[in-house]
T-cell receptor
Framework: RKEVEQDPGPFNVPEGATVAFNCTYSNSASQSFFWYRQDCRKEPKLLMSVYSSGNEDGRFTAQLNRASQYISLLIRDSKLSDSATYLC???????????FGTGTSLTVIP | DGGITQSPKYLFRKEGQNVTLSCEQNLNHDAMYWYRQDPGQGLRLIYYSQIVNDFQKGDIAEGYSVSREKKESFPLTVTSAQKNPTAFYLCASNQGVMNTEAFFGQGTRLTVV
């Protein structure tokens, strides 16, 4: 079983829509969770960390469900500039490694 | 400005040749990582180093080698033993403590012909 699994999409949504991505992880002892954004042919960049209590940054909300071992990312009022691949990242608390999901592709359509 | 720098951005090599990818960081981070990204497969860990003069194999280390002689530098050599070296290579670093994110270089796109 993969450490981190994501639905690759693609998700094609109209401007202004709300879209949600989920990501599941296999190691119940994992402690650190992140969402990264990657634009085409560019490096991943941190979008937001995911805390146990959940966190919000403008139009973006991240949540963690330890019981079901998944994290989610909600994007409200989608903009054209949100079009990218969103990577779920988990640090399983062993060896300070990072495990990446395959990414979920989002295209926001005018 | 602090950051992590990879060079070159694009690299072309003939099959059978070894090639070394550079990664330098001035963030004073202890941990550094090398990932490979192929279309549809996400990032896969090649090697990582938690501290100077020490490194560990990741999930796909075969055909690669690294060194960590200085805290700032973590070069990756793609050897002729790597069967399918054409890929996008990403170097990352972080503070080496829990709950800290990884910072990435701009990547090196290696094409072997």
């Amino acid at each position: 079983r993969k450490e981190v699994e994501q639905d690759p999409g693609p998700f094609n949504v109209p401007e202004g829509a709300t879209v949600a991505f989920n990501c599941t992880y296999s190691n119940s002892a994992s402690q650190s969770f992140f969402w990264y954004r990657q634009d085409c042919r560019k490096e991943p960049k941190l979008l937001m960390s995911v805390y146990s209590s959940g966190n919000e940054d403008g139009r973006f909300t991240a949540q963690l469900n330890r019981a079901s071992q998944y994290i989610s990312l909600l994007i409200r009022d989608s903009k054209l500039s949100d079009s990218a691949t969103y990577l779920c990242v988990v640090n399983p608390n062993t060896g300070n490694q990072f495990y990446f999901g395959t990414g979920t592709s989002l295209t926001v359509i005018p | 400005d602090g950051g992590i720098t990879q060079s070159p951005k694009y690299l072309f090599r003939k099959e059978g040749q070894n090639v070394t990818l550079s990664c330098e960081q001035n963030l004073n981070h202890d941990a550094m990582y090398w990932y490979r990204q192929d279309p549809g497969q996400g990032l896969r860990l090649i090697y990582y180093s938690q501290i100077v003069n020490d490194f560990q194999k990741g999930d796909i280390a075969e055909g690669y080698s690294v060194s960590r002689e200085k805290k700032e530098s973590f070069p990756l050599t793609v050897t002729s033993a790597q069967k399918n070296p054409t890929a996008f290579y990403l170097c990352a670093s972080n503070q080496g403590v829990m709950n800290t994110e990884a910072f990435f270089g701009q990547g090196t796109r290696l094409t072997v012909v």
